[in-house]
């Protein structure tokens, strides 16, 4: 009975958490919103008129369809529920169409399907270690956790108000992930293998699934100091685990081989010819090195070392989607961001197959997969960056070191959101941000008083500055004679200085990874 009590009680602040989110949703409705909304109207009408065969090749809009073929499908789904709201909504031609009804209906489709996320979050939630006893609710890690998910400033940011549908994305991540964690091993690699074929970004930890698989799945047996027994290689789990990848992607991808458009597709979902970086920089290595070569670019010209005729006109900084060539610095190719992010992912790659940590090292590997992609990765939108942050919230409740990373990644990467938000109404949801990080800092430091502080006095100084940096780019710099000349300069600041808290990060966590130390009983497991 006592069991029963405790988890209607779960029920019951798990309930009143997702169901808060999800009121806070709903008044997000009327939000500002981006271009990606006519983006998904414009699918929505796509995948309603036309065959098939001219999902891929339709161009009537400039947001062509570009996602896979479940996501298509899934458009496909939500466009014989629109019509019944606004049958407008569906016409091809109807760009930029944003009648009442069509809003109310992309608005509370993301929030319907966010059921997903929240089952996901759920199923992350019973995989948290619950040893440690906790008095107060607010100690829990189950309950810290489902905070830190549901009510994800980042998550909010870029669904509700700048308008995509990562929620039930996210959520077939986290139950994969979750099934892992459960050693539900085929669950697991299924809902991943379906999720990649909703959106290939993912495909960016899939070094992580496929390493822990094999692993912990396909290999069925360890010595009894860690290392692999071979002899234990399963053909059988193999072969299971290739049937899984090999059905799925022939129910994704199989009718357009049929049609011989498997090309065509694979040209819309990797447009190398985006350039380097998207609009609004992504916080990573890149900016730092767009950066470099425009203080090089400013010196060399001051000094006469460059001729200002041989200077491209097109600036990085300008905010749009376009190639661009590097002045001082040698100019980034598609393969070159290929071959850094493949070695950045390689140590993870590593540690996962040789100091094997169970679930733990698998999400270890996952965070840094995301993390280094997003670090190397072409054309990175800023947006990616939860990519990491989400499965990193599962390590931040139980460990205060993975909490004072989880602290300085969650703060830069949700911190250079802020230029989603245009409108005066956005600006104030900034204010929440400050709720969610304070919560964060000190559910996650009550995971053990008896360590250290999360961060140390340099980090700490590190964060604090983002409140002057905020304060320059939306008060201080529109008031001044360089907005007319330099309109970009606040998101060059913004990214440049959110770039070297997430690369701090990321080296912190890699550092972490490949120094610590593995006990005998993590070994047997």
């Known amino acids: 009975s006592a069991g029963r009590a405790m988890a209607a009680g779960g029920r019951s602040w798990f309930r009143a958490l997702a169901l808060g989110v999800s009121f806070l949703k709903c008044l997000l409705i009327p939000a500002y919103y981006s271009t990606d909304f006519e983006v998904h109207r414009n699918w929505l009408a796509i995948t309603h008129n036309l065959p098939l065969s001219q999902w891929y090749y339709e161009a009537t809009s400039e947001w062509t369809l570009d996602y896979p073929p479940f996501f298509a499908w899934f458009e496909y789904a939500l466009s014989h529920v629109a019509k019944y709201f606004d049958p407008k909504m569906l016409v091809i031609e109807n760009l930029n169409y944003t009648s009442h009804a069509t809003i109310f209906f992309q608005r509370f489709s993301v929030i319907f399907t966010d059921i997903l996320f929240i089952y996901a979050v759920r199923e992350c939630c019973r995989c948290v270690n619950g040893k440690r006893a906790a008095k107060d609710i607010l100690e829990k890690p189950m309950f810290i956790l489902a905070v830190l998910l549901l009510w994800n400033f980042g998550l909010l940011i870029v669904d509700h108000i700048h308008f995509q549908y990562n929620g039930f994305l996210f959520g077939l991540m986290l139950l994969s992930v979750a099934r892992l964690c459960q050693k539900r091993y085929l669950e697991g690699a299924l809902v991943f293998a379906v999720l990649l074929h909703f959106k290939h970004i993912y495909v960016y930890v899939a070094p992580a699934y496929g390493i822990y698989l094999l692993r912990s799945y396909c290999f069925t047996a360890n ?107 040698p100019s980034v190719t598609p393969l070159a961001t290929l071959i850094c992010t ?155 200085y959110c770039a070297l808290g997430v690369t701090y990060a990321w080296l912190k966590l890699y550092v972490s990874v490949l120094t610590e130390r593995i006990s005998v009983r993590q070994k047997a497991e």
């Open 223 to 329: 010595n009894a100091d860690g290392s692999l027994k071979w002899r234990s290689f399963s053909f059988l789990h193999v072969t299971l685990l290739g049937l899984i990848v090999c059905l799925v992607s022939a129910l994704s991808l199989g009718p357009f081989i049929v049609l011989g458009q498997l090309p065509q597709v694979i040209s819309r979902l990797f447009p190398f010819k985006r350039g380097l970086c998207h609009a609004y920089w992504a916080p990573n290595f890149w900016a730092l090195y767009n950066a470099v070569d425009k203080a090089l670019t400013i010196f060399g010209l001051k000094c006469n070392f460059l001729d200002p005729a041989k200077i491209p006109k097109a600036s990085m900084t300008g905010g749009l989607v376009q190639e661009f060539q590097h002045t001082v610095l």
């Open 342 to 496: 493949f070695i950045s992912i390689l140590p993870s790659v590593f540690c996962l197959w040789f100091k094997p940590q169970g679930p733990r090292g698998f999400l270890q590997c996952l965070v840094l997969c995301a993390l280094s992609s997003f670090m190397f990765g072409w054309h990175v939108h800023e947006k990616a960056i939860l990519l990491a942050i989400l499965p990193l919230s599962l390590l931040s409740v139980q460990r205060a070191k993975d909490a004072g990373i989880y602290l300085i990644l969650t703060t830069t990467g949700h911190f250079s959101l802020f230029p989603l938000l245009f409108t005066p109404p956005g600006k104030l949801f900034l204010v929440s941000v400050v709720y969610f990080n304070t919560t964060s800092f000190f559910s996650s430091n009550s995971s053990d008083r008896r360590e250290k502080p999360l961060l140390n006095w340099l980090e700490t100084i590190y964060l604090i500055q983002l409140v002057p940096l905020e304060i320059f780019c939306e008060i201080i710099f529109p008031l001044t004679p360089w907005k007319r000349h330099f309109p970009f300069v606040p998101l060059l600041l913004t990214s440049v």
